[in-house]
């Protein structure tokens, strides 16, 4: 393997069950606002050290699937969280599944497909929160480093009249150009997004605590469609595993920092457990909540 620079979404290849996965057998440069970070993969295409193999290299393994949280954006691989946590284990491997901008559903498929192929003593699944969204959507929307807006469609299910879920989009379309026009229709709300996210960072998390704003109302309700979806998805994990799964809630900043209440996330997942009758979630904010806010805000970029 050699040093590539890469724009970032060049550093992954289409996928038809998945929708994508990284290219395999990279070392890539990427650039980035705290300076760039280096990104390499494994011949099967995932951010690992290692490669599949059935036999476990040390006494325990550990499988842990995620998004770009655990894929390692913005680091490099070995300041990703499931390298540390491999430093701080005995005999243990940690094998890296993250895939950035998937959701729960992409994720469930690439356990479905790696985890029966290979011995391991422990699944984790990192979700984090905002993924809920991505379990409704069929296509993303990304914008190349060099500028080209891409749609990238992708994997989803559906649930049917007895709240079995159903597998639709496969095989997966492959990922392509956008139009000038439906950029065109894009851009308002692009323009708007970028107006709010540079506004005074104190001002708005002011206005989102004084508004009780909420960014994931789709928790609110144990009926809402997103949730429901994505409450089988880790069922469906939880099924088809034949060890022990952990979930760790991952958050986003408004629960971090306190302009967003955490509340519905919780009682969601609390009857979650409940309903499957043994203890199967983390909830990282509880860590975090235990430095101060300032710590907190340093945490973003």
Excluded at 113 to 141: C, G, S, W, Y
């Amino acid at each position: 393997m050699s040093l590539i620079q890469f724009p970032h979404r060049k550093i992954f290849k289409y996928d038809s069950r998945f929708g994508y996965r990284f290219q395999s057998d990279i070392i890539a440069r990427i650039p980035h606002e705290g300076g760039g970070y280096l990104v390499k993969t494994n011949k099967h295409g995932f951010r690992c050290k290692y490669d599949i193999t059935k036999e476990k290299k040390k006494h325990n393994r550990i499988l842990v699937f995620g998004d770009s949280y655990t894929a390692g954006d913005g680091v490099s691989n070995k300041h990703r969280f499931t390298d540390e946590m491999e430093n701080l284990l005995d005999d243990t491997e940690v094998m890296n599944f993250g895939l950035s901008g998937t959701g729960t559903d992409q994720q469930n498929l690439i356990f479905e497909h790696f985890a029966p192929q290979i011995d391991h003593d422990l699944i984790i699944l990192v979700l984090q929160v905002e993924n809920i969204k991505r379990n409704v959507m069929t296509q993303r929307f990304w914008k190349d480093r060099s500028g080209i807006n891409i749609c990238v469609p992708k994997p989803w299910f559906e649930l049917d009249d007895q709240k079995k879920l159903v597998l639709k989009g496969c095989p997966v379309n492959k990922p392509y150009i956008l139009s000038d026009t439906k950029i065109k229709n894009k851009t308002y709300s692009s323009m708007l997004r970028t107006i709010l996210n540079n506004e005074d960072r104190k001002l708005k998390n002011i206005i989102q605590k004084l508004t009780r704003y909420q960014p994931l109302p789709e928790y609110k309700s144990p009926n809402n469609s997103a949730w429901l979806i994505t409450k089988e998805l880790l069922k469906n994990i939880i099924a088809k595993s034949e060890k022990p799964v952990l979930i760790a809630l991952l958050p986003v900043y408004q629960y971090v920092e306190n302009t967003s209440s955490y509340a519905h996330i919780r009682k969601r997942f609390d009857a979650f457990e409940k309903e499957n009758k043994r203890n199967l979630i983390h909830h990282v904010i509880d860590d975090l909540w235990e430095y101060s806010l300032k710590e907190r805000m340093s945490f973003r970029f």
